[in-house]
């Protein structure tokens, strides 16, 4: 029997008990849908469960290395539905002291359901193999009496369909353990090409935005060009000394103001607001999304390549290049169809038309997109005027 210190309260003609538990004993006594499956040996159907399946890869390589590795790791409540045997009691026993403060009183017949939070439930099992120590951690848990599948299924629906997971860029703004995250945060306070130009809430730039880039993309550019290099390593885990970001974010201010604000058309007008970015990217492919990572990309060739002279190299050719959308270069790389295409393999085939441009060795793959790839080969660029 379990006697556990708990606050009573109501919503929605739902009463529910507001509890602390260890994480020993939450992983012993509380569990999930699909340990409910192997106890009793078949599959549930989809109609008769009150959960999703669990997302194991999502468990093992995200939730779990989060809650061993990062010291400051918190988990919001778990909701647990209290399951009786059938036609036994359906309300929780409960034992006021003072008020709304008593006891939960378990006795062992009833089954602790997961409805809300078993991926987190299912870390904290996993964790607990690798990390024993964590079982005297505590987490808050919500226990609800079980009113029958379909209002189960119905709470879980509650729970789960107005939760508007944050955008990407919003996510990078508010991390602060990542190097690459802070380098772009200080990098964007330190450039004078970025600096007030960078979206901070969405991860796309509305049709007349005045901003030229967001977060999420300089994040992006920030991990192209810095990761493993010079001790810049992709890692949440531990406190980053200040002044890796600083030097970090030093080496992305270089990359704006010494590379691309001489060398991009017209990019200067823009800082100096006489032209607005949105027309900028109406003429030219570098301030959307997938000019912008290939120009990281690239660049971080010309840096590996080009040790000395990359700043100079980059600077002499991107200014005598035709970044106009008009470029019929663009068309089956950067545009298809006449339309800008920010996708992964668009930016893969301009990096590789860059990289070319730059006289930079190319890998294999970056060569057969020039010769074999379907359906048709990506072209070389050319300077204005050859």
């Known amino acids: 029997m379990l006697r556990i210190p708990a606050l009573r309260g109501e919503m929605g003609g739902i009463q529910y008990y507001l509890t602390v538990w260890g994480l020993g004993e939450a992983a012993r006594n509380i569990t999930y849908s699909e340990e409910l499956e192997k106890r009793q040996e078949a599959e549930i159907p989809a109609d008769l469960r009150a959960q999703r399946k669990i997302n194991w890869p999502r468990v093992r390589r995200e939730v779990v290395p989060y809650l061993l590795q990062v010291p400051d790791h918190f988990f919001s409540s778990l909701t ?21 403060w008593g006891y939960v009183i378990l006795d062992g017949t009833e089954e602790l359901r997961t409805l809300d939070g078993q991926h987190r439930l299912v870390a904290i099992k996993e964790a607990l193999k690798e990390s024993p120590g964590l079982a005297a951690e505590k987490i808050s848990v919500i226990l609800v009496p079980h009113r029958g599948l379909k209002k189960s299924q119905q709470l879980f629906s509650d729970l789960n369909r107005n939760a508007k997971p944050t955008t990407k860029t919003l996510n990078i703004l508010f991390e602060w353990r990542g190097l690459f995250e802070q380098a772009a945060k200080e990098a964007m306070n330190r450039s004078s090409l970025l600096a007030s130009r960078v ?66 058309p017209e990019i200067e007008k823009v800082v100096a607001g006489k032209m607005m970015p949105f027309e900028h990217r109406s003429r030219y492919i ?101």
């Not at 359906?90 to 008020?99: D, L, M, Y």
């Not at 949440?236 to 704006?256: C, K």
């Not at 840096?303 to 005598?320: H, M, N, T, Y």
């Open 80 to 100: 647990v539905e209290v399951v009786y045997p059938a036609h036994a009691k359906s309300e929780i026993t409960f034992e006021p002291v003072n008020g709304e």
């Open 199 to 264: 979206e901070l809430e969405h991860n796309s730039l509305a049709q007349k935005s005045k901003k030229i880039i967001t977060l999420g993309v300089l994040y992006e550019m920030s991990k192209e060009i810095l990761k493993d290099r010079n001790g810049y390593y992709d890692s949440e885990m531990a406190d980053i000394p200040p002044e890796l970001v600083s030097r970090a974010a030093g080496e992305l201010v270089q990359v704006f103001d010494e590379v691309l604000l001489p060398s991009l």
């Open 286 to 386: 570098a301030m959307h999304s997938v000019g912008w990572q290939a120009l990281a990309g690239a660049i971080r060739a010309a840096i590996e390549q080009r040790p000395q002279d990359w700043k100079q190299l980059c600077r002499e050719k991107f200014s005598r290049l035709d970044w106009g959308l008009s470029n019929p270069a663009w068309e089956g790389s950067a545009m298809a169809g006449g339309l800008v295409a920010n996708r992964a393999p668009a930016i893969r085939y301009l990096v590789a038309q860059l990289k070319e441009y730059l006289g930079l060795e190319l890998t294999p793959a970056e060569t057969e997109y020039f010769t074999t790839r379907k359906p048709f080969p990506i072209r070389k660029l050319k300077e204005i005027g050859s």
